[in-house]
């Protein structure tokens, strides 16, 4: 029973994957650039949901995650001269130590704490790249995942290339991540979120819990800072600024961070801002300093009306709307 | 002398530190959170006091302008965003992280519509007092006018401070609301307006905070300042040392911070800069995790 | 009559804490509302001083609605509500505990009058004025806590399990000072208790409560005698 659903869900990411490939064939350069923005987003919004939504920590630090992983992916490929596929993995079981490490912290803390904590981190990480030679400061390093093989053809642009790369890591993440969510660790996150005495009343380690959410949270979220900075082409500290963590957990709240299944709310609607903003400031023809920032206007504004009005998430919210509707038919 | 030094520069930033941990008190002993906006609030207040300054050409209007400013400010949020937090979002999955997100929600929201008002250029507000250090037996300290004059006013707002809490009723109104809400009410208190004024307070020591970390470095200012950053950090760290809802504490935390980050930056490296901080925190939060000030001792304000 | 409580009805969620409760309480008489756990007691009392919202009936003191008023304002209505649990505040001191029940009041010279008034009452507490709270015991607390509810000159006094968790001497100590506003004061006075014995004792009316409603009204002697009352609440 339980494995016939394990394979329907891998026939599910299949043919999400062919429908991808066809889609990136029919659409412009710029629209497959943002295709690899999606799955990006997607890899690093699901990381804190699994922190958020199973677990109930805060991190405003996924930021600096993604720099630890882009950096360890970086140095793996420019100093060891690494394949790709196995930078990624660098950058995953970095990222996944480093996650360990504050999660081992984290573990002792309770939200606002934590979500300080993280904070801190978040502003203080990036500038540490300037005590390291091999992190090239401001500037950063480049990190080059090489063109397109040839057998794909002539056409086949580098953005296609990023595109594929990105989407297939977030297929496989996702697969990966909903079936661990619906395993026994998924359980017990949950259980140690909605109740830590009761869960550890009935057995649960919830701090080793904890700790295990924080790590392969983490490990995501540095496969991600990978997969960003491979679609940017350089690794640097400006590439990870306190506004991406900020992102990425509006990301995680428009998602709803009670259920993975809304992940692709948040990833496209990152993407879609700026491009929404762009046409809403030429329709009212305003200044420079507005345009600039209605983008972060905007993320902020439906990240304060989402906690305020949907909390659990657009795709909770019509779960309830739908249990309900079912329970009034019956009565 | 270089020990002199690095003790009155740790000093003076921490009394800057100080004030933000005061805000960060008084709001978490008002309403239970924590406020991650209040930097963003802080940062609109500077900018309320650059328009002071531009205004009417003197510093010392522009202090208590931007005070004032901030205190409506951060009213006004806890009227509207507060109090809709805990109509809408005080049960379900995310009720514990929910005053934390939109308190980030809005210090995103600040920062925009400041970038949209003003810019996202620097911009920048002269001392009143000279930033060039004192000289002391033929030589030159950092110590400076200015910074002697920021100590002095940290301190007499500090003390006012604590005269309000320890002497008056209005005091004894927010002390006791913020230990029981329920016994405070049956006693009379307006409680919902209590709550309002705490971080009406909390408002007006962000704002002293803002304009001070500004002048204290080199007077520049934008949207995306990383004195702003620092100060949030610095600030919440500062309350989390002192325990999060002791005032003294915040103050002890403050100058303890201030002070440890002076050492480090004279006597090791100056680019640890922003990741001092987040080690000192790691520290504390391992050590004690309740704050070096004990609850039991630290409650009283 | 004072206090007129008519078809009162509050919900908790779904459940019906209170069912369909009439009430009156004569201007200075003491009225013990009995009953075991869970009949609604404090739930009643809660809703008299503001902090619970009925979901139907009527409520007024001293002829006026009382209903949809908020606790602050019915202080300075001479409602004053002492909860259950020794309500006072440690972290502060027995002389700020005290002020704090005294804060809306504006005049000077009547505060410290009514300091002097509850000091004379409960002598202990004029001994220990700058201590802080936590360091008293359970009675004094009790006093503390009884003490900050007089601070405000209070017409109504409602007194939630002031017994709870006391020594039995000191139980009869504090039913006695009871005894004392209602008598020398004359302060009207609801008490609440689970101590049935203790409390119809110092009543002049005792109000039987049994999941939600009123099962008996009665002069508080009547009911010491009442067999029914005896067997189910007194206990002999």
Redo the contacts between chains.
Sequence with gaps: MHKSKNSKHIGLFIFFGFLLFLLGNQVDELRVYQGASVAVYVIAISSLILL??YS?Q?S?GHGALMAVGAYSAAVARNELHMPIVLTFFVAVITTAIAGALLGS?AA??????L???T???A???P??A??FEVLGGEQGISFDVGYPPQRLGDDFTQYKWFFWIAALTALISMWLLSNILRSRYGRNWRAG??NEVAAQLSGINTARSKILAFTLSAGIAGLAGALLSMTIGTVSPSAFP??LS?SL??GA?LSG??TLSGVMIGAVTLVAIPEIADVVAHRIGSSE??T???P??I???L??LT???V??GPVEQHHARAAKRAVNKKS | MQLLNTILIGITAGSIYSLMAIAFVLVWRSTRVVNFAQAGMALLSTYIGYEAVTRFGSFWIALPVAMLGGALFAALVEVILMRLLVKHASTGPIAAVAPIIATLGLLGLIRSVIAMIWGGQDLRILPPVSNMGFTLNGETLVFSPLKLLILIITLVLMALLSLLFQRTNLGLSLRASAYAPEISRLSGVHVDLIRTLGWALAGAAGAVAGIFQTVNGNGNFSPDSIEFALLLVSGFIAAVIGGLDSLLGAVIGGMFLGIVIAFVLIYVNTSLFFIVPFIILLIVLFIRPQGIIGARAGRRA | MSLNISNLTIHHGAICAINSVSLAVPTGKLAAIIGSNGAGKTTLLRAISGLNKPSHGKMSWMGESILDEKPENLVRRGISHVSEGKSVIPELTVKENLELGAIWRRNKNELSSSLEQVVTTFPRLGERLSQRADTLSGGERQMLAIGRALMSKPQLLLLDEPSLGLAPLVVEQIFQKIHDLSTSMRITIVLVEQNAVGALKIADLGIVLNLGKVVAVDHADALMVNPAVRAAYLGY
Excluded: C, E, K
């Design positions: 958020t939504g109930g805060v405003l912290a002792r803390l309770s939200g606002p704490y979500a300080g904590t904070l801190a981190l502003i203080g990480l500038s540490l300037n005590q979120r909605s306190l506004a900020f957990l509006a709240v961070v009670s300093n507005v600039t920032n209605l972060g206007l993320v902020s504004v990240l304060i906690v305020l009005f909390p659990n």
